[in-house]
């Protein structure tokens, strides 16, 4: 069943040809590489004491 698969994938990279191939893979290494890269932005934390407020 494997062998069918490496064909399938051969035959495909064959069909698109090697330059196409290792441009679309690049692209998806480098969104990839930046996605786990680049840190979540920081939400700000919600305050419902203003600074000018007495405490209770």
């Given amino acids: 069943m494997a062998i069918k698969w490496i064909f399938i994938v051969l035959m495909w990279l064959g069909r ?3 330059v196409p191939v290792i441009i679309m ?3 998806i290494a480098k969104g990839l590489r930046d ?3 680049t840190e979540p932005p920081v939400q700000a934390e919600a305050s419902f004491v203003r600074k000018n407020d007495e405490p209770a």
Avoid: R
């Fill in 16 to 18: 698109l040809e090697i």
């Fill in 25 to 27: 893979v690049m692209g």
């Fill in 35 to 37: 996605e786990l890269l």
